[in-house]
């Protein structure tokens, strides 16, 4: 993770974050402004949180033209896409937020008369089920299950093409389940944190889907510390890196070191057939992050369980919409 440090003049960098008010976009914006650069978040409609020293832009990114006019007038030197649709929808709507958003923003930054590198935000559960105990390496074969993961694979595929054919400079991060404060309510650890924080002091009865799933989970600042890394490398990439922590944790263990955290007195009940949409049919997941380390210089830094508290404190916080709450610095070691 890097230290926050200020850069000379010379290098600053103009950077657009595509969903830079949603949940992940919001630390990326975070991580670039603290390191001294000049942020644009860019977004559908305006959210509270947005980070101290970022400028916000309305705008629907799966515009093609929007975006072009958007590049003309902004010149950024980095495009970083946190967009797309992420909880639930169906195939309609995550094959345009995830694929035809995709190719709009590619199209548009190639035929932008200077260079504009682009750091694409994909998933792990691209790669869809695989062994236990067989880590999931960027050169594991993906065979997506669920309509999420395909519209992400496919979104992928787009940018590497692009990467190939048209000279465009980047990388694709896969991320592996994020988690941290400001989770969305959409999620498993948003759904528990936000019941144990609006208890009415009798305890909380939790009804949850299954917990028997093994994840690799990775806090939200380790991922815009990895995004960060991605942006300064010189020259690009031009792959999918694997980002996460490389170790596979009980999803069970998850809620309960939540709960013991939270110190709230809690029921769980247990849907054993129920599974998370954008991960059905994925019961383990680990990721391996040589390639993380190697290439980026990046490793994971924040504990789970100080994740796990972090998130907890910022409970209930955040607007229904999923948004995070107050900002929570990114690590200074």
Same mark, same amino acid.
């Given at each position: 993770?890097?230290?926050?440090?200020?850069?000379?003049?010379?290098?600053?960098?103009?950077?657009?974050?595509?969903?830079?008010?949603?949940?992940?976009?919001?630390?990326?914006?975070?991580?670039?402004?603290?390191?001294?650069?000049?942020?644009?978040?860019?977004?559908?409609?305006?959210?509270?949180?947005?980070?101290?020293?970022?400028?916000? %832009? $309305?705008? &629907?990114?799966?515009?093609?033209?929007?975006?072009? /006019?958007? #590049? *003309?007038? !902004? +010149?950024?030197?980095?495009? @970083?896409?946190?967009?797309?649709?992420?909880?639930?929808?169906?195939?309609?709507?995550?094959?345009?937020?995830?694929?035809?958003?995709?190719?709009?923003?590619?199209?548009?930054?190639?035929?932008?008369?200077?260079?504009?590198?682009?750091?694409?935000?994909?998933?792990?559960?691209?790669?869809?089920?695989?062994?236990?105990?067989?880590?999931?390496?960027?050169?594991?074969?993906?065979?997506?299950?669920?309509?999420?993961?395909?519209?992400?694979?496919?979104?992928?595929?787009?940018?590497?093409?692009?990467?190939?054919?048209?000279?465009?400079?980047?990388?694709?991060?896969?991320?592996?389940?994020?988690?941290?404060?400001?989770?969305?309510?959409?999620?498993?650890?948003?759904?528990?944190?936000?019941?144990? %924080? $609006?208890? &009415?002091?009798?305890?909380?009865?939790?009804?949850? /889907?299954? #917990? *028997?799933? !093994? +994840?690799?989970?990775?806090? @939200?600042?380790?991922?815009?510390?990895?995004?960060?890394?991605?942006?300064?490398?010189?020259?690009?990439?031009?792959?999918?890196?694997?980002?996460?922590?490389?170790?596979?944790?009980?999803?069970?263990?998850?809620?309960?070191?939540?709960?013991?955290?939270?110190?709230?007195?809690?029921?769980?009940?247990?849907?054993?057939?129920?599974?998370?949409?954008?991960?059905?049919?994925?019961?383990?997941?680990?990721?391996?992050?040589?390639?993380?380390?190697?290439?980026?210089?990046?490793?994971?830094?924040?504990?789970?369980?100080?994740?796990?508290?972090?998130?907890?404190?910022?409970?209930?916080?955040?607007?229904?919409?999923?948004?995070?709450?107050?900002?929570?610095?990114?690590?200074?070691?």
């Amino acid at each position: 993770m890097h230290d926050k440090t200020e850069v000379r003049a010379s290098d600053q960098r103009r950077v657009l974050v595509l969903g830079g008010t949603g949940f992940i976009g919001t630390y990326v914006c975070a991580a670039f402004a603290e390191a001294g650069h000049d942020v644009l978040a860019v977004a559908r409609r305006a959210a509270a949180g947005v980070a101290p020293g970022v400028r916000f %832009a $309305t705008l &629907d990114a799966a515009d093609g033209a929007a975006v072009t /006019g958007l #590049l *003309r007038v !902004e +010149r950024p030197d980095l495009v @970083v896409n946190a967009a797309g649709a992420v909880w639930d929808h169906d195939e309609r709507k995550v094959l345009f937020s995830n694929v035809t958003l995709v190719q709009r923003l590619v199209a548009a930054l190639a035929a932008h008369p200077r260079p504009i590198s682009l750091v694409h935000l994909g998933s792990s559960t691209e790669y869809g089920p695989q062994p236990r105990g067989v880590p999931l390496r960027e050169d594991t074969p993906a065979r997506p299950v669920s309509q999420y993961a395909r519209g992400k694979l496919k979104a992928t595929e787009v940018v590497l093409r692009a990467f190939e054919e048209s000279g465009l400079g980047g990388s694709v991060l896969r991320l592996c389940q994020v988690i941290g404060p400001g989770q969305p309510a959409q999620s498993l650890l948003g759904q528990v944190a936000d019941a144990l %924080a $609006t208890r &009415d002091g009798r305890g909380v009865e939790l009804t949850l /889907g299954s #917990l *028997r799933d !093994e +994840r690799d989970v990775v806090d @939200v600042r380790d991922v815009a510390g990895a995004v960060l890394a991605a942006a300064e490398m010189a020259p690009a990439p031009r792959r999918v890196v694997n980002i996460g922590r490389g170790t596979a944790l009980s999803v069970r263990d998850l809620v309960e070191r939540l709960i013991a955290i939270a110190g709230v007195p809690a029921t769980v009940h247990e849907l054993e057939h129920s599974r998370a949409t954008r991960s059905a049919g994925i019961a383990w997941e680990q990721t391996d992050v040589t390639a993380a380390r190697d290439i980026l210089g990046w490793t994971p830094r924040w504990p789970v369980d100080e994740t796990l508290g972090d998130l907890w404190r910022t409970a209930g916080t955040r607007p229904s919409s999923g948004h995070r709450g107050a900002f929570q610095p990114l690590p200074q070691h």
